[in-house]
């Protein structure tokens, strides 16, 4: 992996479209396989399930990515900036699509997925789950697995300890996922550190040192080793949808997959700035978050409701192209708008709250958002 040195200011633009790449390969597992197996859809469309089951490797691919830019946006910076970060990238895209999956839901009044008001009410926090209520869309799950992610890093980052000590601190974090993955299988343990996703987490994180710093032995070999982790604990969602849909992934298919997903993350993080920055790719990457929040129960309810009249095939591009444009719209009148001065209002209000000393922070945050 090519060093960027620490004060490199041009986005890396590969992410963008990976990050893309990575939404769009879940969507369609969602519509393609995993709907109508659920029961959600009244469709199914056989001919590509067994393509589009690997879609579900999308999410690893978000946390690799997510390891990456976490790493990179914690450099420099203070708990506190990281955190409003975090929280204007996150929440109000999550609050308009929530609501939007909300108001979906309610005029829908499908059964299969029900909802009422004090579940939009817990929705609000995030965390649904923990208050005993469905999250508005499954695909929240994932999200929550990325904010405590956060909280890990920001924690680490208070105590002054992720950036001095960040290699010690994946060391020890792998050896613990290894241990409950491979020999403990502790529920509380896996749910608290994260020890089924920490090797994509961690990868990233070492991808964004070796980047950051230049290749040596040390995030090298821990890297390799959070990869052939990776193929242990990706055995545990394949066992889950073998146990719900009597189907997964063969062992092969998974070793061949996963390390697919591996290597095009290695290859967007090295050669990042072959593609040329530009607004259109900032963009497309910008659809996102807001396509991974809208596709699913929304593009059910849309796709049952259009593929009686135009058919499951033309449905499907109709749902597609429509989400599309839901995320765009969210993106580019929500998202990036509210984003800046949402920053610069709470950052001083967070300071007066939680005093720390301001660090200055490197040119080098333009590389990923």
Not at 41 to 63: C, E, Q, R, T
Request: aromatic residues 14%.
């Amino acid at each position: 992996m090519a060093s960027v040195g620490k004060v490199g200011t041009a986005r890396m633009t590969s992410l963008d479209l990976l990050r893309l790449m990575a939404a769009l390969a879940v969507m369609l597992y969602h519509y393609l396989f995993r709907g109508a197996l659920a029961g959600n859809l009244d469709v199914s469309y056989p001919y590509a399930a067994p393509y589009a089951i690997y879609g579900n490797l999308g999410v690893n691919l978000f946390f690799l990515i997510s390891g990456f830019v976490i790493a990179w946006s914690a450099e420099g910076r203070t708990w506190q900036e990281f955190a409003v970060a975090r929280f204007a990238r996150l929440y109000p895209g999550f609050l308009v699509c929530m609501t939007a999956t909300f108001i979906f839901l309610v005029v829908a009044k499908d059964h299969r997925l029900p909802t009422d008001a004090t579940t939009y009410i817990a929705n609000l926090t995030m965390f649904a789950r923990i208050f005993g209520h469905q999250s508005m869309d499954g695909v929240y799950w994932s999200i929550m697995v990325e904010i405590l992610f956060y909280g890990w890093v920001a924690t680490l980052m208070l105590a002054g300890a992720f950036q001095r000590w960040k290699l010690p601190i994946v060391a020890m974090w792998l050896a613990l996922a290894a241990g409950n993955e491979l020999v403990l299988g502790n529920t509380a343990i896996r749910l608290l550190f994260i020890t089924d996703y920490a090797p994509f987490f961690a990868a990233g994180i070492l991808a964004e040192d070796l980047v950051r710093r230049g290749r040596s032995p040390a995030p090298l070999l821990l890297f390799a080793a959070a990869l052939l982790l990776s193929y242990k604990t990706m055995v545990l969602p394949q066992a889950w949808m073998q146990e719900h849909y009597g189907v997964s992934l063969s062992r092969a298919g998974l070793i061949v997959a996963n390390t697919v997903v591996f290597a095009i993350f290695v290859g967007a993080v090295s050669f990042g700035r072959i593609i040329r920055p530009s607004t259109s790719i900032t963009m497309l990457g910008g659809l996102t978050y807001p396509l991974y929040l809208l596709h699913q129960y929304i593009g059910y309810i849309s796709l049952n409701a259009l593929a009686p009249y135009l058919g499951k095939d033309v449905a499907f591009f109709v749902v597609l192209a429509g989400v599309l444009l839901a995320s765009f719209v969210v993106c580019r009148f929500i998202e990036t708008p509210v984003r800046k001065p949402l920053v610069r209002a709470l950052t001083p209000l967070v300071y007066r709250l939680a005093p720390a000393a301001q660090q200055m922070r490197p040119t080098s945050h333009t590389l990923t958002s």
